[in-house]
């Protein structure tokens, strides 16, 4: 099955649109703060060269809308240097909150993979209620 493909009619079809719609891929209000844990091995070379800014475009996504759109008053009223300061910031964020284990899709399986994806999960947990409180600072 490929990524755009959905089942209608007892069969795979390709339709782009009832993807989209499947995945609500563009519903970036209904996200959580996300971060991401990827395998590096060359047999599957898509998420070490792909997952960082797939998830960084919705995590970008996700900050932007939660913290400027729905707060444009204070955004509006902050000094141009300050406006420079806050973009850098936000561009720092899918670096933040990637991680890379060494492996493919089988990285969490056995005591190793295990270890380090459950020591990600703290980490992440904790960046994560670091970078909220960052934004709550940068907008008042």
């Known amino acids: 099955m490929e990524t755009n493909e959905c089942f209608e009619n007892g069969h795979f079809v390709t339709n782009i649109e009832k993807s989209f719609e499947d995945k609500n891929f563009f519903a970036f ?3 959580p703060m996300i971060a991401n844990s990827s395998g590096d091995s060359r047999l599957a070379p898509y998420h070490p ?3 960082k800014w797939t998830w960084g475009f919705l995590i970008t996504r996700k900050v932007y809308h939660d913290y400027f759109v729905k707060n444009q008053g ?17 561009n720092t964020l899918p670096e933040r909150l990637h991680s890379s284990i060494s492996g493919n899709h089988f990285l969490f399986v056995g005591r190793y993979g ?3 994806i459950a020591d990600y999960v703290e980490h992440f947990d904790k960046e994560i209620e670091k970078i909220e409180q960052e934004l709550k600072t940068f907008l008042r």
């Open 114 to 116: 295990a270890q380090k």
């Open 49 to 51: 060269i792909v997952d």
């Open 74 to 90: 204070p955004l509006s009223k902050i000094s141009e240097a300050k406006f420079k300061k806050l973009v850098e910031y936000v």
């Open 29 to 31: 209000t209904e996200y």
